[in-house]
Structures are given as structure tokens and as C-alpha cells.
């Protein structure tokens, strides 16, 4: 029993510690299944959540959709950027940011009625989602970045999902393939991180 649960422990430790945030410039355009997509989700629908709440929701872009969409993100921040904080550069980013993405995927918490659960709580659970998918994609050989750029947290992307007052975007996830491997590094010890209390 021992042996097996850390067979178990090192798969998914060296699933965590091999992930990384691969940006969409970086990937080569190669497509992802569909099938492949719906197992990510099917992962992602494993979160933990309190009182079976379950906030997380999806909108997945395939296919000539991706495309589309990042069309209509770019004319959104055009149309909600006052003139003198518009810029060229940023909307073409925006505009062809998915050229070589192979989904995307708006990731966003869904509020439920119960007032006993507080907003954090579903917020943290979709987060816990978002990370369930991104650590299946790694396993899967699939490069992956949590983006929160562009217009997602703006009012009119909001809007555009036709989402209640009390949803929130939690972020984009873009998906593809890459030919390049990012090493991993973490800045601050682990030791300053944490606070041991024995007694």
C-alpha cells in the first residue's frame, strides 16, 4: 500500500514540478483533439468545492472560433480604450495572439444563490479547477498558459460573455503545442514561505 501511494505521490509530483507557463508565441500551431480538451475538463471537474457548488464554467474556442474570438477581444479593447490610452501595438497583440494557439478557453466562476458560501471560496475553487486542467495538459505533452491580459477582466468582456453581475473571469487559457522546453525556477526559498508552529 505504502509503495503504491508513492508511486502515485512521484507521478504527480513530477507532474507539478515539470508544468510551466508556456506563452502563445512559443507554440508551433499544431492542433490539440477535441477529445483530448473534453479530458482536461473532465479533470478540471474534479476540483475541490464547498457544498458541491461547483462554480467553474468553461467556454472553449476550437477550431475557426479561436481565431474569431481573439478578433472580436482585440475590437473590444479598440472600442472601450479612451483614445489617449489606446495603443496600436497592444490591439495587434491581442488580435493575433491565438495565430498559433490551438484552443482557447474562458475560464470563469459562476455564482451561485447560497449566501453561506463566500465569493472567495468559489473563486479559489475555479482557480483550483483552472490548475486540475493545467497539470492534465502538462502530463498530456500539452504547452499551456493562465493569461489574465488583454481585455479579460474588463467590464465589456464580461459583458460579451453575458455573464451576472456576480460572475468573475478567472482567465484565459490558451492551449497548444511547443517545440521548445522552458526550465523552472522558484525566486524565494521555500523556507521564508513557511511558518512551522509545533506546540
Known amino acids: 500500500m505504502y509503495i503504491c501511494s508513492m508511486k502515485k505521490f512521484n507521478a504527480i509530483a513530477e507532474t507539478i514540478k515539470e508544468r510551466r507557463s508556456i506563452k502563445p508565441m512559443s507554440m508551433n500551431g499544431k492542433k490539440i483533439d477535441d477529445e483530448v480538451i473534453k479530458q482536461l475538463l473532465s479533470l478540471a471537474d474534479w476540483a475541490p ?42 490591439y495587434e497583440k491581442i488580435r493575433t495572439n491565438c495565430d498559433t494557439v490551438s484552443h482557447n478557453i474562458v475560464v470563469y466562476m459562476k455564482r451561485g444563490s447560497n449566501p453561506n458560501i463566500p465569493a472567495l471560496e468559489e473563486i479559489c475553487a475555479t482557480a483550483a479547477a483552472v490548475e486540475n486542467l493545467l497539470l492534465g495538459a502538462s502530463a498530456a505533452g500539452i504547452s499551456a498558459l493562465w493569461s489574465t491580459g488583454g481585455v479579460t477582466f474588463s467590464p465589456a468582456f464580461k459583458q460579451y460573455l453575458n455573464l451576472g453581475e456576480e460572475d468573475q473571469v478567472i482567465g484565459q487559457l490558451y492551449l497548444g503545442y511547443s517545440d521548445s522546453v522552458k526550465e523552472g525556477s522558484r525566486k524565494i526559498p521555500l523556507e521564508e514561505k513557511t511558518t512551522w508552529v509545533n506546540q
Open 49 to 90: 468545492t464547498h457544498a458541491m457548488t461547483e462554480p467553474w464554467r468553461f467556454v472553449v474556442y476550437a477550431g475557426e472560433a479561436v481565431q474569431k474570438a481573439a478578433q472580436e477581444q482585440a475590437e473590444l479593447y479598440k472600442q472601450n480604450t479612451p483614445e489617449e490610452r489606446f495603443k496600436e501595438a497592444t
